[in-house]
C-alpha cells in the first residue's frame, strides 16, 4: 500500500502541475498511451431490513456492452465494505445481468 501512495502522490504533483502551465497540461495529455471506456451500474438489492441493512452489486461494462467486472457491497448503520466479485461468482452475475441493460457509445 505504501508504494501505490508513493505513486500516487507523484501523479497528483504533476497533474496539480499541469494545471498551472498550458504546455504541462498538453504533454501530459499527448503522452497519454491510451484510455478505456468503463460504465458502472449499481444495483440495489432487495432486503427484508432496510433499515438494518442494504447491500448490492456495481457492475463494469465495456464500450461493447459487455459486463467485465463486479463488485458486492454491503452498507450498515455503521459501516460501508466493498469487495471484488470472486471469479467463479463472476459468471452467474454476468449471465443473470447480462442482458439486463443496453448500452450506447458513440
Not at 505513486?7 to 502551465?21: C, H, S, T, W, Y
Not at 471506456?37 to 442494504?54: A, C, G, M, Q
Not at 457491497?73 to 463472476?90: G, Q
Request: no cysteine.
Amino acid at each position: 500500500m505504501k508504494k501505490i501512495m508513493k505513486e500516487l502522490n507523484k501523479r497528483m504533483k504533476e497533474f496539480k502541475a499541469a494545471l498551472k502551465d498550458e504546455k504541462k497540461k498538453f504533454d501530459l495529455m499527448d503522452n497519454i498511451p491510451g484510455s478505456e471506456v468503463l460504465i458502472r451500474f449499481e444495483i440495489f438489492l432487495p432486503s427484508k431490513n432496510p433499515e438494518e441493512f442494504v447491500d448490492g452489486l456495481y457492475l463494469y461494462m465495456n464500450d461493447e456492452g459487455a459486463i467485465v467486472n463486479a463488485e458486492y457491497y454491503f452498507r450498515d448503520m455503521s459501516d460501508v465494505e466493498v469487495i471484488n466479485m470472486p471469479e467463479d461468482y463472476l459468471p452467474v452475475i454476468k449471465d443473470l445481468f447480462g442482458d439486463s441493460f443496453t448500452l450506447e457509445v458513440e
